[in-house]
Every structure is written in C-alpha cells, then in structure tokens.
C-alpha cells in the first residue's frame, strides 16, 4: 500500500522559506504515470493546490503562487519537497503530499497525513 | 476565489439522497474529481472521471456531468457520509487545478 508523510518544521518566521519533503514507501516515485505535489489547507478553510513535479524534475505551479514555489525530487530516496519563500501569516495551513495522477481521468488519489505549518514570529 | 462554485452547506435525512454540485467553465472541458473529508482527517478520494469509484468507496457514491457542471450524489446517505465534499479539476487553461470551495453535508 502506497503511503505518503510529509515532514517540516512546524513554524516558520515571516520572510523566511518554508521547506516540506515528502517520503514516499510501499512504491516508488519514478514511472510516467504520475505526478507528486502538494496541496495546502488554512485552519477552517478550503483546499488550494500548490503544485506537482514528476520524476524527472517537470514540475507545474498554481499561478497565484509561481513566483515563490520551487519544487524537487529526488528519486534516490523517493522524496519529493516543496519550498516556499518569503512566507507570511497567510501561508499558515496544514501542508498535504499527494500522489498526482495525470494519465486517464486526472485525481489525486492518494493522501500524506498532513503537516501544519505555522508562520509566526 | 474558487473557479468551481460549490453550495456552501447541504443537509440530508439519514437513508435519503443527495446531491452535491459543483459549477465551473473548466468542467466544459475536465472531469471533476470529488474529494471526501471528515474532521482531522486528510481528504480522501470519492469518485473520479465520468462516474469512477476507487477501491472500498461504497457504492452508494456516484457521480455525473453536464455540461458545466458536475454533481456527487450520495443514495441512502449513511451518518458516517458527514464531512466536507469538494470538487476538483484541471483549469480551463489545462496548466494547473482548481479546487471548489467545499460543501458541508449534515446528516439529520
């Protein structure tokens, strides 16, 4: 069974860079049918989709967040991670990994438990 | 603001159906994806595609389309189907997704 865990600080200041990496077990992260990304929840609120990367690095980005997303992979230890900079308040949320499925009828079909990030000084 | 447009709240009688919609001018183009969460708990795939259901999603979820809009519906909704639904797709644009804001359903 495929299984995702996402693992980060827990707070970052204003103005810093948030870094998040995903472990992925019970499968590997290479093969062209999927996607890895990441997807983020503010407490009380709704889902907004930050971004995904494939194996080989491709990666596409929510355009409201472009300019401060990178995202990367590494396969060796199938790991993916996201970082995010310049962070304020706003960024605050809980942080889900998912598996990006891309071919047939697009999904994210698979769940990290998820990880709250806190921006505070 | 969301590109998908969910009902805010939907409530049901327990045994009844419902049916939750999603709105959007992306869903002319991409199926919507519909995602189940409960309290605490991570979201989980409902159904996907024109009308498929993963592995261990009961039966009683189903979904449709039409036109710009796709719909979950829930037959002999169940006290345990109580949570946030949202819908997802592909962009019209095709180079990223959107999220609907997320309907809460209460079983009565």
């Known amino acids: 069974q495929l299984q995702l865990q996402e693992s980060g600080p827990g707070l970052v200041k204003p103005s810093e860079t948030l870094s998040l990496t995903c472990t992925v077990s019970?499968?590997?992260?290479?093969?062209?049918?999927?996607?890895w990304g990441w997807i983020r929840q503010p407490p009380g609120k709704g889902l907004e989709w930050i971004g995904s990367?494939?194996?080989?690095?491709?990666?596409f980005y929510n355009p409201s967040l472009d300019s401060r997303v990178t995202m990367y992979v590494d396969t060796s230890k199938d790991q993916f991670s996201l970082n995010l900079s310049s962070v304020t308040a706003t960024d605050t949320s809980v942080y889900y990994c998912?598996?990006?499925?891309?071919?047939?009828?697009?999904?994210?079909?698979?769940w990290g438990q998820g990880t709250l990030l806190i921006v505070s000084s | 603001s969301s590109e998908l447009t969910q009902d805010p709240t939907v409530s049901v009688a327990l045994g009844q159906t419902i049916r939750i919609t999603c709105q959007g001018d992306?869903?002319?183009?991409?199926?919507a994806s519909w995602y189940q969460q409960k309290p605490g708990q991570a979201p989980v795939l409902v159904i996907y595609?024109?009308?498929s259901r993963p592995s261990g999603i009961p039966d009683r979820f189903s979904g449709s389309n039409s036109g710009d809009t796709a719909s979950l519906t829930i037959t002999g909704t169940q006290a345990e189907d109580e949570a946030d639904y949202y819908c997802?797709?592909?962009?019209?644009?095709?180079?990223?997704?959107?999220f609907g804001s997320g309907t809460k359903v209460t079983v009565l």
């Open positions: 998912v598996r990006d499925v891309l071919t047939g009828y697009s999904r994210f079909d698979y």
């Open positions: 019970g499968g590997s992260i290479s093969g062209s049918s999927y996607y």
């Open positions: 990367i494939n194996y080989s690095g491709t990666t």
């Open positions: 992306s869903l002319r183009y991409y199926y």
């Open positions: 595609g024109k009308n």
């Open positions: 997802n797709s592909r962009h019209s644009s095709g180079n990223h997704y959107v």
